[in-house]
C-alpha cells in the first residue's frame, strides 16, 4: 500500500507559447500521473501564450512568469533583454521554491529559457527537444540539465537521447477504423466516401486555405469529401454540389481525434507535433511546410516522406492544380493508401510520453 504521508513528487512542466511546446509538456504530466498518481504536476506559463486557455482546461494548476520572447534581430528589444530574464528568473525561482518543484522539465521557447535559469544548481532539469532544429532555450538548458532527450537523431544537443514526442493517450490509442462511423457522422461527411482532412495548424493558413478550397468542385467530381479547419479568424467560401461528398470547413478542430479517424488522407502543415500526430495515427499525409522560419518544418516530414508515408509539397508550390494532382489519386487507390498508412505509422514513437516520464521520475529519485 502506499503511504498516504508520503509527499509525491512536484514536477514542473515549462512548455508555453505555442501548441508545439503546450501538448508534449501535458503528455507528459498524463503520462508521470499514470506511472505515479501522488505526482504533483505544476506547469509554468505567460499570459502571452496558448497555455493560458489550454493548460487549465486540462486539469493541471498554471503558474503565471514574465515572458522572455528572444528577438530574431539586433534591435533594442536585444539590449532590454538582460533585465528581463532578469526579473523573469527571480519570479520562476519563487515558484519554484513555494511549490517545493522536484524537477524541471523544459520543452522549449520563451517559457523554458526562465525556467532553466531559475532551476540551474538548486533543482534537477530534464529537456525535450521535438524539432530537428534545436531552438536558443533548449541549447542553453542543455548545458547543464541532468538528462536531455529528443525527438530525432542529430540535433547536436549532448548526451541527448532518442525518444520521439510525447503524445496525448487519445492519439497514441486511436483506432481509426472502429471511431471512422462515428467521426464521420459527428462533422456531417459521407460515411463511405474517400476523405482528406486539411488544416494548417491552430490558426489555420491562407495558402493552404486557398489553393484547397479553389478545389472543391474537382473534388465533388471525384466523389471525395473534405473536412477543412479553416482556422477561427479565416474563412472559406465553397459551393455545395448536390448529391457529392460533403465539403466541411470548419473554424478549429476541438475533436482532433475524431477528424483523424474520419479521413483517409491529410494536407497540412509539418510542425513537430502533427507530423508525430499524423504518422502515430497512421495517416498518409501531404506537407506543406511553413515557409518562414529556419527551415525546420521540411526537415520535421523528412523521416515520414523517405519512408513512403507521405509527400512534401514547398508553400511556394502549392497550387489548386498542384493539390488535385497529388490529392485525388491518392485517395482514390486504396492499396496506396493501406501502403503509405502502414510505412507513416513505422515512422512514429508511441511510447514517447511515457519513456520521457521515466527518465524524469528516475532523476527524481536519483
Keep these: 500500500m502506499t503511504d ?34 501522488d505526482a504533483r504536476i505544476v506547469a509554468l506559463g505567460t499570459e502571452r501564450g496558448l497555455e493560458k486557455s489550454i493548460i487549465p482546461s486540462r486539469g493541471y494548476p498554471l503558474e503565471m512568469i514574465p515572458p522572455v520572447p528572444m528577438p530574431r534581430k539586433p534591435n533594442v528589444d536585444l539590449l532590454r533583454l538582460p533585465l528581463k530574464v532578469r526579473a523573469a528568473v527571480k519570479t520562476t525561482r519563487e515558484v519554484l521554491d513555494r511549490v517545493g518543484a522536484d524537477v524541471v522539465v ?48 542529430d540535433t547536436g544537443l549532448p548526451k541527448a537521447e532518442v525518444i520521439g514526442i510525447p503524445l496525448r493517450e487519445s492519439i497514441i ?16 461527411l459521407h460515411p463511405h466516401a474517400p476523405t482528406l482532412l486539411v488544416f494548417g495548424g491552430s490558426q489555420g493558413a491562407q495558402s493552404i486555405n486557398t489553393a484547397v478550397s479553389a478545389c472543391a468542385r474537382r473534388f465533388a467530381d471525384a466523389r471525395i469529401g473534405v473536412l477543412h479547419a479553416h482556422g477561427p479568424k479565416k474563412s472559406i467560401a465553397v459551393q455545395e454540389v448536390p448529391g457529392a461528398p460533403r465539403y466541411v470547413g470548419v473554424p478549429y478542430l476541438e475533436r482532433m481525434d475524431l477528424a483523424y479517424a474520419a479521413a483517409d488522407a491529410v494536407l497540412c502543415r509539418s510542425g513537430a507535433m502533427t507530423v ?16 518562414h522560419g529556419n527551415g525546420e518544418q521540411a526537415l520535421n516530414a523528412r523521416p515520414v516522406v523517405d519512408a513512403g508515408g507521405g509527400m512534401l509539397v514547398p508553400d511556394a508550390e502549392l497550387t489548386p492544380d498542384r493539390v488535385a494532382e497529388l490529392a485525388i489519386p491518392m485517395l482514390l487507390d486504396r492499396g496506396r493508401l ?29
Design 173 to 188: 490509442r486511436l483506432d481509426r477504423a472502429a471511431l471512422r462511423a462515428q467521426a464521420r457522422h459527428f462533422f456531417g
Design 338 to 366: 493501406a501502403a503509405m498508412s502502414a510505412a507513416a505509422q513505422g515512422t512514429g514513437h508511441r511510447a514517447a510520453a511515457d519513456l520521457l516520464a521515466r527518465m524524469v521520475l528516475d532523476v527524481v529519485r536519483k
Design 4 to 37: 498516504p504521508t508520503r509527499r509525491g513528487p512536484c514536477v514542473v512542466i515549462a512548455g508555453g507559447g505555442t501548441a508545439g511546446h503546450i501538448e508534449p509538456a501535458l503528455a507528459l504530466a498524463d503520462a508521470v500521473r499514470r506511472l505515479r498518481p
Design 276 to 291: 508525430a500526430e499524423v504518422s502515430a495515427v497512421g495517416l498518409p499525409a501531404i506537407f506543406v511546410p511553413l515557409p
Design 106 to 153: 523544459g520543452f522549449g521557447g520563451y517559457v523554458a529559457l526562465p525556467a532553466y535559469l531559475a532551476a540551474r544548481g538548486r533543482t534537477p532539469i530534464v529537456v525535450h527537444d521535438s524539432n530537428a532544429r534545436v531552438g536558443l532555450a533548449n541549447k542553453v538548458g542543455a548545458r547543464f540539465a541532468d538528462k536531455v532527450a529528443v525527438a530525432v537523431p
